[in-house]
């Protein structure tokens, strides 16, 4: 009744009906491509998780957490350890992590189990042969795994999907050339900063990736107030080939306290928010002392396809238009330390109905770092609905 008594009291009804010729109407003709779009309006922290290094569960530890997935049939959680295959064969921790009371303490993160992944003849993956990094859950119950290679030993990333109830691999997705390592050492992904992302839109027509860094090719990697163009490569589920690519430039990060002259960053993972192009973005940058770490929002819809240019060094990247992004959370104002975060997934839906997003770092199997997981309130919403409080047609929400 409240919207309704809004809308008739002049000039609200004006704006009504401009809604229905500029939007409802066009809709019925474009077949309603905005039904589903949505934006990330507000984001709160909700508390953290830790599990230690060296953690022994069911007779391989636990670490390396690089990519998280949801599982919300099961309410489960599924994390790819970047371990390559040489403390435990390569493989894939179920986590229950607790968010009914609507916060993340410790102890609300457990582990259930733990899956070998199998290569097509049933095998272990071999010791070196494999640099698992990002992960996604399709409906059929498998997971599609990158892993970034070794460019130092010629061996290729690949994309695979693997079931998750056997951990065998089904399928594979073919990588471009212009991805492939090079015994010349002039193009290709670039040692460790290739695929560590993978997401899958709802819809799951499609799955997109992007290397860390920047191809050889393609400019340089991310440095001290410099960074680096990436590509984020976007796969047709249904042929299970590469259509498109796209620019995608991380922050220019300055370093802190940097003694050891250590620095790196990257484009660490990415989530579709919808079937129209919206994605979130993870960025990590260790700058000396601590990290920066960064989510972003960012839309395709007006961003060059440029999966036809083998090389950005070769053309005037003037004329190529970036993903556009902002900032949603620069996670150096949240009240908790930092480590290595790398991966994220949509959560569980809260108490209040809100979704959750989980955060999770990777310990590098090193004694001074640990397994971090982090939670955050979502507030999502239509651009239509958007809109309508914009014009005070509907409330506003509460958290």
């Known amino acids: 009744m409240y919207l309704f ?14 809604l229905i010729i500029l939007i409802l109407i066009p809709s019925l003709f ?9 934006e990330i309006t507000d984001i709160d922290f909700i508390g953290s998780a830790t599990l230690p290094t060296g953690l022994s569960f069911q007779n391989t530890e636990l670490g390396g957490l690089s990519g998280i997935t949801y599982d919300a049939k099961n309410d489960l959680y599924y994390a790819i350890s970047d371990d390559r295959s040489h403390k435990s064969a390569a493989r894939i921790y179920t986590l229950k992590i607790d968010l009914s009371k609507g916060l993340l303490r410790d102890g609300d993160v457990i582990p259930v189990a733990v899956s070998p992944l199998l290569n097509k003849a049933g095998t272990n993956f071999s010791a070196g042969s494999i640099d698992p ?8 119950a498998n997971v599609f795994i990158s892993s970034e ?18 951990g065998r691999e089904i399928s594979t997705l073919p990588i471009p050339k212009k991805f492939l390592p090079h015994q010349n050492g002039k193009q290709g992904i670039r ?14 027509k499609y799955l997109f990736t992007a290397t860390e860094n920047a191809l050889i090719q393609d400019g340089s990697e991310v440095k001290p107030n410099t960074g680096s163009p ?25 370093p802190f306290l940097n003694f050891s002259r250590k620095f790196m960053g990257g484009l660490t993972d990415l989530l579709a928010l919808d079937n129209q192009g919206k994605f979130l973005s993870l960025e990590r940058h260790f700058t000396g002392l601590g990290f920066y770490i960064a989510l972003f929002q960012f ?9 036809q240019i083998n090389s950005l060094l070769a053309v005037d990247t003037k004329k190529i238009k970036p993903v556009q992004k902002k900032l949603l959370l620069d996670l150096r104002k949240v009240d908790v330390l930092l480590d290595n975060i790398e991966g994220l997934t949509f959560g569980s839906k809260l108490p209040n109905g809100q979704r959750s997003l989980i955060l999770v ?26 809109l309508l409080r914009r014009l005070r047609l509907v409330p506003n929400s509460q958290h």
């Open 361 to 386: 770092s990777d310990n590098n199997f090193n004694a001074l770092q640990r397994t971090q997981i982090l939670a955050f309130r979502l507030k999502i919403e239509a651009p239509f609905l958007r």
């Open 230 to 254: 990436c590509r984020i490569v976007q796969y047709n589920l249904l042929t299970h080939q590469p259509e498109k690519e796209f620019l995608y430039l991380t922050e220019t990060v300055a």
């Open 133 to 140: 990094e990002g992960i996604a859950l399709n409906k059929k």
């Open 299 to 307: 839309d395709l819809t007006t961003a060059s396809d440029i999966h």
């Open 191 to 204: 040692n460790n900063l290739a695929f560590e992302s993978l997401t899958i839109t709802p819809n799951e």
């Open 30 to 38: 474009l077949g309603n491509i905005t039904s589903n779009a949505v």
């Open 5 to 18: 008594k809004k809308i008739w009291k002049f000039p609200h009804i004006i704006y009504f009906f401009l």
């Open 149 to 166: 290679g070794d460019v130092n030993r010629l061996i290729e990333p690949f994309i695979k999907e693997f079931s998750l109830a056997s």
